[in-house]
């Protein structure tokens, strides 16, 4: 099975940076296709918020761009997510996503999720 852990979630004031952390792991041999982050504020549907597509590059949705940056350790198979700015409208549960190659077949993982949150 393959696992996602996500971690560095809390609360900060409106202006204030956090980072998160993904960090996939397995005990059977594994690929990642694409790797990225969501959030979930409580009444609203899931939302892409930043993710590697699987060409290595990056996309961002709209409201976060020029505040956060998503990086990666390829040899860890870590994502980051550096929120810079942070704003009340921030505030989520964000989760770690990935499509995960497992032989032939590729399968979505989420991670447990970590809340994130701004205060005014």
């Known amino acids: 099975q393959v696992q996602l852990v996500e971690s560095g979630g809390g609360l900060v004031q409106a202006g204030g940076s956090l980072r998160l952390s993904c960090a996939a792991s397995?005990?059977?041999?594994?690929?990642?296709?694409?790797m990225g982050w969501y959030r979930q504020a409580p009444g609203k549907q899931r939302e892409l918020v930043a993710a590697?597509?699987?060409?290595?590059?990056?996309r961002y949705t709209d409201s976060v761009k020029g505040r956060f940056t998503i990086s990666r350790d390829v040899a860890k198979k870590t994502v980051y997510l550096q929120m810079n700015s942070l704003k009340p409208e921030d505030t989520a549960v964000y989760y770690c996503?990935?499509?995960?190659?497992?032989?032939?077949?590729?399968?979505?993982?989420w991670g447990q999720g970590t809340q994130v949150t701004v205060s005014s």
């Open positions: 590697y597509t699987s060409d290595g590059s990056t």
């Open positions: 996503n990935g499509l995960i190659g497992i032989g032939i077949h590729n399968y979505v993982y």
């Open positions: 397995g005990s059977i041999f594994f690929s990642i296709n694409t």
